[in-house]
């Protein structure tokens, strides 16, 4: 399984769900491939948002070796699935695709939780480090219901 993580800046959201599932699947003895890219291209070359890491480091999470990327045309055909933390999210990654969209390929992440509710992941770039703490425990959730999920249906 070849994961991919999206939000708009690659700073914030996404770093985590790379670093809380990259962490899940291990524990899971799952040999997932898992990335995270960004929509814009503001940081590209950056470490994640300092309180990104620190509420990660919080739950035993180092992310602080994670790269800023930006989401490119090529990323819907090397990853199986594509994990977006709202609705603006999929329609960037939708528009920047072009040909290469695959509608199956693309989902909100909090729908493994909420199936067909379209409930997004917040963004906290504005927040308090308690706003970080919420996204943290969203994904976390988000990202445990998909692991169950996958050992079931493979059980
Ligand atoms: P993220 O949050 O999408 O969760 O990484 C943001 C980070 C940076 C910006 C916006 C959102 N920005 O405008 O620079």
């Known amino acids: 399984m070849r994961l991919l993580m999206v939000c708009l800046g690659n700073i914030c959201r996404s770093p985590l769900?790379?670093?809380?599932?990259k962490n899940r699947a291990?524990?899971?003895?799952?040999?997932?491939?898992?990335?995270?890219?960004?929509?814009?291209?503001?940081?590209?070359?950056?470490?994640?948002?300092?309180?990104?890491?620190?509420?990660?480091m919080c739950n035993g999470i180092d992310i602080s070796a994670q790269q800023c990327r930006q989401f490119r045309k090529e990323d819907i055909d090397r990853f199986d699935r594509i994990l977006v933390m709202d609705l603006d999210n999929y329609l960037e990654v939708k528009r920047i695709s072009g040909n290469n969209w695959a509608e199956d390929k693309v989902s909100?992440?909090?729908?493994?939780?909420?199936?067909?509710?379209?409930k997004e992941v917040p963004d906290p770039w504005y927040g308090t480090e308690k706003d970080y703490h919420?996204?943290?425990?969203?994904?976390?959730?988000?990202?445990?219901?998909?692991?169950?999920?996958?050992?079931?249906?493979?059980?």
């Open 17 to 21: 769900a790379e670093g809380i599932m």
């Open 134 to 155: 919420l996204v943290f425990d969203m994904i976390d959730r988000a990202c445990g219901k998909l692991i169950d999920t996958h050992l079931k249906r493979v059980s």
């Open 108 to 118: 909100l992440l909090l729908d493994t939780l909420y199936p067909g509710e379209k």
């Open 26 to 56: 291990a524990a899971a003895g799952l040999d997932w491939e898992i990335d995270s890219a960004g929509t814009g291209g503001y940081h590209i070359g950056e470490a994640p948002h300092v309180l990104s890491q620190k509420v990660a």
